[in-house]
């Protein structure tokens, strides 16, 4: 039972443009969202997060933006640079329980030159 | 300095096996976890520990058993090791739960 999905394994973007990385999640009580971010051989990394209390949060080139109604988030990067591509994992936990979070499957992104 | 350090990164073994992979954090965190990237790339938790008591365990069979001698270590023992375990394990810390984790880099696990 995937209750977060992202549902594009993959997604190939030109350097200089908007990098769109989609999720849905199942789950109406998720009030947490985040991305993370993760290289080859290595662990993933926190990028950026979201609360249900918000729509949009933003930091430097990347914003996420959240709409409740539709359970989808979704990370904007923009301008796309060499070094972002890697796997994007998106996630999302309750706020009140610290103790586990879910995962999606993670989307690579391919910045083309 | 690496923030969250686990040992070995590969780790190749035969079916029945013993096997332990070694975390440490220097981040001065109270939480730590056991994540497990299997095949179809799902990152799932497996443990966490709070001061060195388990908190979590997520219907992880009992031949997996972590051990945390103090707050800064959470090792991974693996007892009778099957092929389903081959996965990538990913240790973790944070100090305010899970939704600001710090990663390992992660140690692949192969099971022949």
């Known amino acids: 039972d995937q209750q977060v999905k992202q549902n594009s394994p993959s997604l190939s973007v030109q350097e200089g443009r908007i990098s769109i990385l989609n999720c849905d999640y199942t789950?109406?009580?998720?009030?947490?969202f985040l991305w993370y971010k993760k290289y080859p051989a290595e662990g993933p990394t926190f990028l950026i997060s979201?609360?249900?209390?918000?729509d949009k949060n933003e930091d430097g080139r990347f914003t996420v933006f959240l709409n409740k109604s539709a359970k989808h988030l979704s990370l904007h990067i923009v301008p796309s640079q060499p070094g972002d591509s890697a796997v994007y994992f998106c996630?999302?936990?309750?706020?009140?329980?610290?103790?586990?979070?879910?995962f999606g499957k993670g989307t690579r992104l391919h910045i083309l030159p | 300095d690496t923030a969250v350090s686990q040992t070995p990164k590969y780790l190749v073994t035969q079916m029945g096996n013993d096997k332990s992979i070694k975390c440490e954090q220097n981040?001065?965190?109270?939480?730590m976890y056991w994540y497990k990237q299997d095949s179809k790339k799902f990152l799932k938790i497996m443990f966490s520990?709070?001061?060195?008591?388990?908190?979590i365990n997520e219907t992880v069979p009992n031949r997996f058993s972590p051990k945390s001698p103090d707050k800064a270590h959470l090792n991974l023992h693996i007892n009778s090791l099957e092929l389903g375990d081959s996965a990538v394990y990913f240790c973790?810390?944070?100090?305010?739960?899970?939704?600001?984790?710090?990663f390992g880099q992660g140690t692949r696990l192969t099971v022949v």
């Open positions: 973790a810390s944070s100090q305010q739960g899970v939704l600001r984790a710090f």
């Open positions: 789950n109406s009580m998720f009030d947490y």
């Open positions: 979201i609360s249900s209390i918000k």
């Open positions: 996630a999302a936990s309750l706020m009140n329980r610290d103790d586990k979070i879910i």
């Open positions: 981040l001065g965190h109270d939480t």
């Open positions: 520990y709070n001061n060195k008591e388990l908190i």
